[in-house]
């Protein structure tokens, strides 16, 4: 009697040498940025709110090769320059520091073995706190989240990026360059 091999089993067998791994859909990261802020009153009138500088914690996952959904933390307050001036120039605004959750569509344009064009865009949920005349006050909101930027990934899963941010909140709009790394797994 003639050992006849299942197909199913063969199939599978067949197909297990010749895939290929695709990458992870799961990567982390974080950026680091410096820039300058704008600063909007109660009132209504605008100011230079100072440099900032600005951090962001987040996780991305891949639907495909170029789209996919970027969450995070995001976190700033003023930079060295306003550190030293103690102030804006509007209104005595001092300590201007902001928190908050993001989430953005990611889509990313490659155009060789490891470099890619990327954007972000999406929203933000912050609180924000600084100084008034002494007083120490808060606002919160919801408002945009955009980045674009160049990535560059080794073989080994590290990603390096430098992007533009431009992130306006309820009072407060910053923009900005930032450097990041993040790790595919």
Same mark, same amino acid.
């Given at each position: 009697m003639m050992n006849i091999i299942n197909p199913l089993t063969a199939l599978a067998l067949l197909c297990s040498t010749i895939a290929v791994a695709a990458p992870s859909p799961y990567i982390v990261g974080g950026t680091v940025g410096y820039g300058s802020?704008?600063?909007?009153?109660?009132?209504?009138?605008?100011?230079?709110?100072?440099d900032s500088l600005t951090g962001d914690v987040y996780y991305r996952y891949m639907f495909t090769n170029y789209i996919g959904i970027d969450s995070g933390?995001?976190?700033?307050?003023?930079?060295?320059?306003?550190?030293?001036?103690?102030?804006t120039s509007i209104n005595n605004v001092k300590d201007i520091r902001y928190k908050?959750?993001?989430?953005?569509?990611?889509?990313?344009?490659?155009?060789?073995?490891?470099?890619?064009?990327y954007t972000k865009l999406g929203a933000n949920a912050h609180k924000i706190d600084y100084t008034v005349n002494n007083v120490d006050e808060s606002t919160s909101?919801?408002?945009?989240? +955009? =980045?674009? !930027?160049?990535? %560059? @990934? #080794?073989?080994?899963?590290?990603?390096?990026?430098?992007?533009?941010?431009?992130?306006?909140?309820?009072?407060?709009?910053?923009?900005? +360059? =930032?450097? !990041?790394?993040? %790790? @595919? #797994?």
């Open positions: 802020q704008t600063f909007t009153s109660k009132g209504g009138s605008q100011g230079d709110g100072g933390l995001l976190f700033g307050s003023g930079g060295v320059v306003s550190a030293i001036l103690d102030g908050g959750v993001r989430s953005a569509l990611y889509a990313q344009y490659p155009v060789s073995s490891g470099n890619s064009f909101g919801v408002g945009f989240y +955009g =980045a674009a !930027g160049w990535q %560059y @990934r #080794f073989k080994s899963g590290i990603g390096i990026n430098a992007e533009y941010q431009y992130i306006p909140m309820s009072r407060l709009d910053v923009k900005g +360059g =930032a450097v !990041g790394v993040n %790790y @595919r #797994f």
